[in-house]
């Protein structure tokens, strides 16, 4: 029997090949752990606020962030903050730290994906404030720090 990683390599191969791409996806889809099929699954859920009306912040934590260095393919973890005050619309908080996660194998840098978590959110929430923080944890003696915010600058 193939291993999951081969199994995995055809599947990404294979699309064109009709019936055994059927029978490979449903192989690695049979192999896959839940949490696995729910990050594959992840996508952002977008609620309705309940409190339009009112000014009054959100700030979350999601500290089990991690990529991969698209450089050298080490792993990069971090500790993501979302801060907002929401207008219209809200974020579903397990969505978020879903579509966090679907980055774990992902070759991207530290200033990329905090740039794209920021737009994402933004384009979706269209929220009154925006403030997105990516604190990656040293490799090599070095610390990065991004912060996106929709505040101005004085």
């Known amino acids: 029997m193939p291993s999951r990683a081969d199994i995995i390599f055809f599947d990404g191969g294979f699309k064109g ?3 055994l ?3 490979l996806s ?3 889809n ?3 752990k839940y ?3 729910a990050i594959k699954k992840a996508r952002l859920e977008i609620w309705e606020n309940p409190n339009p009306e009112r000014d009054y912040e959100i700030n979350i ?3 089990e962030f991690t990529c991969l260095c698209p450089r050298s393919g080490y792993p990069d973890f971090a500790t993501f ?3 907002y005050v929401p207008d219209q619309k809200i974020v579903e908080l397990k969505s978020l730290k879903l579509y966090l996660n679907a980055f774990r194998n992902e070759y991207i840098s530290h200033e990329e994906i905090t740039n794209r978590i920021y737009s994402e959110l933004s384009r979706k929430l269209k929220p009154r404030f925006l403030e997105v923080v990516g604190d990656f944890n040293p490799r090599g ?3 990065t720090f991004i912060k996106v915010s929709s505040e101005k600058k004085k």
């Open 17 to 19: 090949h009709g019936l």
């Open 21 to 23: 791409y059927n029978v």
């Open 26 to 28: 449903r192989m690695v």
């Open 30 to 32: 049979f192999i896959m």
């Open 35 to 37: 949490g696995e099929k």
């Open 61 to 63: 934590t999601l500290p």
């Open 81 to 83: 903050v979302v801060r």
């Open 141 to 143: 003696n070095v610390k």
